[in-house]
Each structure stands twice: as C-alpha cells, then as structure tokens.
C-alpha cells in the first residue's frame, strides 16, 4: 500500500513540474520521507533526473546555454556544502530540514520579490538551488525565482535543462557520503512509471488547466506537507 502511495504522489509531483517547470521534489520529498526515510534525497533526485531528460527533449528548442552556464558555476559548490550538511545532520533533522526547505520553496515561489536574471543573480540561485537540492531534494525554487518573468515554454525548457545537470551533480555529491548506492537505485525502480505517468498526463491535459490554479493549488499542497514535517519534529 505504501508502494502505491509513493507512486501516486511522485506522479502527482511529476505532473504539476511537467507543467509549471518545477515542483515534484517540493510535493513529493516529504509525504516519501515519512513513507521511508531513505526515498530522500537521492530516489527523489533519480526521479527528478529522469522527468527533466523528458521535459528537456520536450522543451529542447526553447533551450538556452547562456545564462544556464552561469548557473551551473554556482550550483557545483552548492552542491558540495549540501552534500557536507546531510553527512553532518541525523535523520530528525533531515526531516526538519526537509520540511523547512519545502516552507521555503513555497514563500520563494510567492513571486513577492522581483530578481532579475543577472549573472550575479543567477550564481547565487545556482549555489542555492545546489545546497537545497543535495541536502532536501528541493532545488527549484531558486531558479524559478530568477526565471519567473520569462516566457512559460522558456521556463519549462531551461529549468528542466538545468536539473538534469544539476541532478547528476547532486546524485554525484551523495554517493561518496553514502546517500546513493544500490539500495537507493532499487528504491528508486519502482517510483519511475509514476514519474513517465506524471509527465505523460501533463503533456496530455496542461492546455486544459490555469497554470495560476495548478500553481495556487501546488502551494497549498506543499504548506500543508512542509507544516506537516516540521510539526513532526515537534511531536
């Protein structure tokens, strides 16, 4: 039963990324911790990996490298001190940083704050969306703060351009300290039809749906699953 739990919020996740640019680790990372504490970070991040190969091919002609590259400079020592933190907390924590992470992916994405994609702004989303990402699964919000103002088809292009490299250098990061080997790949086997499905229903039916409504609903979902986590620890 807790299989099919899994399967469902990962397709759900999956979904609402597939149409919006990002969102399946935020939705997905802590209802999966709390089904098994090892699906996060690294399962999450493969299932991640393989929506945005997807979204990428989809989206490939709206691609651009130029700002993307800089980016990428920031997210490899993101990357790093994310790696260094999840070595360092225990399992409580983890998960009260998970659900942190997720309270603020969703003030983040509030858009209440205007940043405008400068080099500068772009670097630092890259070390945030590094550290967030490797640590808690949850590396979009920064880069979607930065891109907000651009065109959706260019939105969901670069986003998923950049978390296929940014996945493959966080799944690179956990697998020296342990959060990525055999065990985590077997976990992550089955979690992969609910992302194709996710992904498939999006490329179907996101014509049909506001991107204000999914985007207000896929807020309300990730407060409740952040709250959830952090009261967690608490009680």
Request: net charge positive; proline share 5%.
């Amino acid at each position: 039963m807790e299989l099919y739990v899994a399967i469902a919020i990962v397709a759900i996740g999956s979904y609402i990324q597939s149409a919006i640019g990002f969102g399946l680790a935020i939705i997905a990372a802590p209802v999966l911790f709390f089904i098994n504490p090892y699906y996060v970070p690294a399962p999450i991040t493969v299932c991640a990996l393989v929506l945005s190969l997807a979204n990428t091919w989809t989206h490939r002609k709206s691609i651009s490298f130029a700002g993307l590259k800089y980016a990428i400079i920031g997210r490899i020592p993101g990357s790093v001190a994310g790696a260094l933190l999840i070595l360092w907390i225990d399992q409580q924590l983890l998960g009260l940083w998970l659900g942190v992470m997720v309270l603020l992916a969703v003030v983040l994405s509030l858009k209440t704050v205007v940043f405008a994609p400068t080099t500068g702004h772009l670097v630092t989303a890259g070390f945030l969306s590094g550290f967030m990402g490797t640590s808690s699964s949850i590396g979009g919000p920064p880069m979607a703060l930065v891109m907000q103002h651009q065109d959706a088809h260019y939105i969901r292009a670069n986003l998923s351009a950049f978390f296929v490299l940014s996945t493959l250098m966080s799944l690179a990061m956990l697998a020296p300290v342990g959060f990525f080997g055999t065990q985590h790949m077997l976990l992550s086997l089955p979690l992969l039809p609910g992302t194709l499905l996710g992904y498939w229903l999006a490329r179907k039916t996101w014509h049909l749906i506001s991107p204000d409504l999914l985007r207000l609903s896929s807020l309300l979902l990730c407060s409740f699953c952040g709250l959830f986590a952090v009261l967690s620890y608490w009680l």
